[in-house]
């Protein structure tokens, strides 16, 4: 019998199992509506939050509305490399049902189409050190790359063998993988995804929820969770901010749905987007214009009258500000 190596060091808290238990109900109620619950229009409009949130934490600028026209095989103004890993992340995320979450080959494929055009070595484990940065200082070095391989064989064989929940093994393969950082580039892109393919081998609805977009909301907690497991040597911080980024995803999902349905009877548009801000205050108008179906100048003319009347206001910056229906 193979000689099993000690398992990554965990702890399953109250609050991480209160956490499990409240996402496994948030899935039953969503797997029990039609068709999960969400409509092939959702569904695209989630997988282009999903690339948006996950490039935007690494730095990438393209907003949903240029990322749904190279959807579209439209002509978008943007700095090349960051259309080459807007186009790369939606090939991954669509082959998301080909990928074999178990298998090293596969994530290493995976890496080589995320990060083709932009890396020396796609599908490559790094050949140096490399470190991660923040506030003009390391606050985590990776393991050296010698041990990369052995690090990597170990993390699957654990992820192949464990009898954990889903919702635990993959936090637990997220975080251990930003830990080892695997590659030279592209590891945050890549624990995101894993963890989504995961994640939606346990439930299929998983492929289309944008849980990465809520972490780029809570971007900072995200990196702060990272560190305080890595101080801590247990990733129980880590588990625990990814299982609230989940629990939120499905509640948005559940809302959603329900509004969507309701907006769609023969109500007007103006009605429409209230009905829709009021419950997704943080939602673009490009957002709403795809949500709603409508062309974006249509929901610009409405929304300005609707401010003229003094019936919806916006507070905040134009980039993470909300609206307030009154």
């Not at 050296?144 to 009898?163: E, I, K, Q």
């Not at 939602?283 to 709403?288: D, G, P, T």
């Not at 003319?301 to 206001?313: C, G, H, P, Y």
Request: proline share 6%; net charge positive; hydrophobic share 40%.
């Amino acid at each position: 019998m193979p000689k099993r190596h000690p398992p990554p060091p965990f702890t399953l808290t109250s609050d991480i199992v209160t956490l499990v238990a409240d996402i496994a109900e948030q899935v039953g109620r969503l797997s029990a509506q039609p068709d999960a619950g969400i409509d092939l229009r959702l569904r695209r409009i989630n997988r282009i939050r999903t690339v948006t949130g996950s490039l935007a934490i690494e730095g990438n600028t393209l907003s949903e509305a240029q990322i749904t026209a190279l959807l579209d095989g439209k002509t978008v103004l943007a700095p090349p490399r960051e259309l080459q890993e807007a186009r790369n992340a939606l090939a991954v995320y669509e082959r998301l049902g080909q990928w074999d979450a178990h298998r090293e080959d596969h994530l290493l494929a995976a890496h080589r189409q995320l990060m083709h055009g932009l890396l020396d070595h796609p599908g490559a484990y790094r050949r140096g050190g490399v470190g991660v940065m923040g506030d003009g200082k390391v606050l985590h070095m990776a393991p050296p790359a010698g041990r990369v391989p052995l690090l990597m064989g170990r993390l699957f064989d654990w992820l192949a063998h464990t009898g954990e929940h889903p919702l635990i093994a993959s936090s637990v393969f997220h975080y251990e993988f930003e830990f080892i950082h695997p590659f030279a580039d592209g590891n945050g892109r890549m624990g995101r995804l894993w963890q989504t393919l995961l994640l939606s081998r346990w439930q299929p609805a998983f492929a289309w929820l944008p849980v990465e977009s809520l972490v780029h909301q809570q971007q900072t907690a995200y990196y702060q969770a990272l560190n305080a497991s890595t101080a801590a040597t247990d990733s129980v911080p880590f588990i625990r901010f990814m299982l609230g980024c989940i629990r939120d995803a499905l509640h948005r999902a559940g809302t959603t749905t329900r509004v969507d349905a309701r907006v769609q009877t023969r109500v007007k548009t103006p009605e429409q987007i209230l009905a829709l801000l009021r419950e997704h205050p943080h939602m673009s108008l490009a957002e709403v214009a795809q949500t709603l179906g409508r062309a974006p100048s249509t929901v610009e003319r409405a929304v300005a009258k609707l401010q003229a009347e003094q019936r919806l206001r916006f507070d905040g910056p134009k980039k993470g500000g909300r609206w307030t229906v009154l």
